[in-house]
């Protein structure tokens, strides 16, 4: 008779395949941190509120007489809450039916690889939802024109910070690119983790390739390496072990946890992920989202209970450049501008 709590060989397998999650998981968000630029993640406290700054032109200056000194525009800093970090949890199961009908190999090792990249596509679906709010805008003629365009705005944004800046990363719709390659001759696409990319494009350090969930057609959109950040939060925690949830994480930088336990009662293999992953870009003006086409302006008068348009209202500076506003609820009686965007045939 056996002896009690011994571990056996099928102990050691489940444990070697919830290390071996842990570790690929592990593995793949180093390649991305590295493709993106970060430089290491930022370990935080849960429930840390992450907050994006912006400027905003509280008031224009009346562009001078002659002979007369021009007034200053008054600007200032704000914040807006993006996210609280939270520790999340996932299960992905396989009934013991499965693994009879389709074998080991087949339902769990393959599901676990697809449930691996759902989980990282799901920390970085949100961040290009929060991308496409960018409020650096602006258009070009062609999908090569929009990349300049959209790069040139992110390095003139941070030289007026005086910021410096080690490379930019650009992301577009992979319609948009393989219509462009129709033309044109460039590096070979790369694939990993479910991601599409392309090395040192046109000036970028990375350009990303996504559906047209993750980016519409016809936008591009950029940032500087140094706008990029990876927050977690450990899953590790001693209290979690103590109340018996035991998580198998791997490395100095804990991002995931893994635990695969059995349920006899319905016959499954479930495995648990626990991680509290949030990508962030600090200025969110520091973000340039440009259209391929010719824009266009109009001014409109705001209303009392007028709301913003779905492409947003705009401001002009002093120099006559069209920014957009990232306030929820534009003054009543101030004149903004509606943009639209038209793509040549």
């Known amino acids: 008779m056996a002896k009690t709590n011994l571990t056996k060989s099928a102990d050691i397998q489940v444990t070697m395949r919830a290390m071996d999650f842990a570790t690929r998981f592990a593995a793949n968000w180093e390649h991305m941190r590295n493709l993106l630029g970060i430089m290491r993640p930022i370990k935080k406290n849960?429930?840390?509120?992450?907050?994006?700054k912006y400027a905003v032109i509280s008031t224009l200056a009346t562009?001078?007489?002659?002979?007369?000194?021009?007034?200053?525009?008054?600007?200032?800093?704000?914040e807006k809450e993006y996210a609280s970090i939270t520790l999340e949890r996932y299960a992905k199961s396989v009934t013991i039916d499965a693994i009879n009908d389709h074998g080991f190999e087949v339902a769990c090792q393959k599901t676990d690889e697809e449930f691996l990249n759902e989980l990282q596509l799901d920390v970085v679906g949100r961040w290009y939802a929060y991308l496409r709010t960018g409020t650096l805008t602006g258009a070009g003629a062609t999908f090569q024109m929009a990349l300049a365009k959209a790069q040139g705005l992110v390095r003139n944004k941070f030289k007026k910070m005086h910021k410096g800046i080690t490379g930019?990363?650009?992301?577009?719709?992979?319609?948009?690119?393989?219509?462009?390659?129709?033309?044109?001759?460039?590096?070979?696409?790369e694939q990993e983790f479910g991601l599409n990319y392309i090395k040192n494009f046109l000036g970028y350090n990375v350009l990303f390739l996504l559906a047209e969930d993750e980016i519409p057609q016809g936008t591009v959109i950029a940032t500087p390496v140094e706008n990029i950040a990876l927050y977690y939060v450990a899953p590790d925690d001693n209290d979690f072990s103590r109340a018996g949830l035991m998580y198998v994480t791997d490395g100095e930088t804990n991002l995931i946890?893994?635990?695969?336990?059995?349920d006899y009662n319905t016959g499954e293999s479930i495995t648990h992920a626990l991680h509290g992953m949030t990508l962030f870009s600090e200025y969110i003006d520091g973000i340039a989202v440009v259209n391929i086409g010719t824009e266009s302006f109009t001014a409109v008068e705001t209303t009392t209970g007028k709301n913003p348009a779905a492409e947003g209202w705009y401001e002009k500076d002093a120099n006559n450049n069209y920014f957009r506003t990232t306030d929820t609820?534009?003054?009543?009686?101030?004149?903004?501008?509606?943009?639209?965007?038209?793509r040549a045939a």
């Open 46 to 52: 849960p429930g840390t509120k992450l907050k994006s």
């Open 63 to 78: 562009p001078p007489a002659e002979g007369e000194a021009v007034s200053y525009t008054k600007a200032e800093v704000k």
């Open 168 to 189: 930019v990363v650009g992301f577009c719709n992979i319609l948009d690119v393989y219509e462009y390659l129709g033309t044109q001759t460039v590096n070979n696409v």
């Open 257 to 262: 946890g893994v635990s695969i336990q059995p």
């Open 329 to 342: 609820a534009p003054a009543t009686g101030k004149t903004y501008y509606t943009r639209s965007v038209t």
